[in-house]
């Protein structure tokens, strides 16, 4: 089956915790994101990559890391500087990268949880 | 800041209407716009997407894009309990970079 997966579907962290998040994908897409959604709230860009090795910050990157070393994967480090993490964490991936226009599919999400 | 606006709801609506959901956005260059849908605690699975003005049917469902008023809005006929769920608009602003709407929530009431 082609599809998103990301791991674990539940997370619970410490303060002061660091923890990642997995994020695979076997559709042969170019691109990938990350999106953290709050209650009743819309979904708002943490991160993308175009393409392998390369990635940007989008408008919530601040206490958030990531690696783009294979094109199937793209894991998102949640640091101790993110100062209120809890929230629903979703993976996306688009077919083309670079100059063109394709739309997102989403994973099932990983719910995080600040004890 | 890119805005994507959405009236958060509930919209109510009885079994076999039609429902009418409106999404309005900040960025005139904005090129292509999705609908998703999203069921309580699942994440967005796409409904359809739309590039031109006009109007683009999909079974039940209908898009329709006026730039010029910057403007998408999503017509489902013959609503479904099984609808009922929170439906999010997407505006892609950038190539492969995308602002969602904080979703408007859809009860269709048997």
């Known amino acids: 089956d082609g599809g998103i997966t990301q791991s674990p579907k539940y997370l619970f962290r410490k303060e002061g915790q660091n923890v990642t998040l997995s994020c695979e994908q076997n559709?042969?897409?170019?691109?990938m994101y990350w999106y953290r959604q709050d209650p009743g709230q819309g979904l708002r860009l943490i991160y993308y990559?175009?393409?392998?090795?390369?990635?940007q910050k989008g408008d919530i990157a601040e206490g958030y890391s990531v690696s783009r070393e294979k094109k199937e994967s793209f894991p998102l480090t949640v640091t101790s500087a993110q100062k209120n993490p809890t929230a629903f964490y979703l993976c996306?991936?688009?077919?083309?990268?670079?100059?063109?226009?394709?739309?997102?599919?989403f994973g099932p999400g990983t719910r995080l949880t600040v004890l | 800041q890119k805005e994507v606006e959405q009236n958060s709801g509930p919209l109510s609506v009885p079994e076999g209407a039609i429902a009418s959901l409106n999404c309005t956005y900040s960025?005139?260059?904005?090129?292509?716009f999705f609908w998703y849908r999203q069921y309580s605690g699942k994440s967005p699975e796409l409904i359809m997407f739309?590039?031109?003005?006009g109007d683009k049917e999909d079974g039940r469902f209908t898009a329709q894009l006026n730039k010029a008023s910057q403007y998408v809005s999503l017509l489902i006929r013959d609503s479904q309990p099984s609808d009922s769920a929170t439906y999010l608009c997407?505006?892609?602003?950038?190539?492969?970079?995308?602002?969602f709407g904080s979703g408007t929530k859809l009860n269709v009431k048997p």
């Open positions: 960025d005139r260059g904005s090129q292509s």
């Open positions: 996306a991936s688009s077919k083309t990268g670079q100059g063109y226009t394709d739309t997102q599919y």
């Open positions: 997407a505006v892609e602003y950038n190539f492969n970079k995308f602002y």
């Open positions: 559709l042969n897409h170019d691109a």
């Open positions: 739309i590039y031109s003005n």
């Open positions: 990559s175009q393409i392998v090795n390369d990635f």
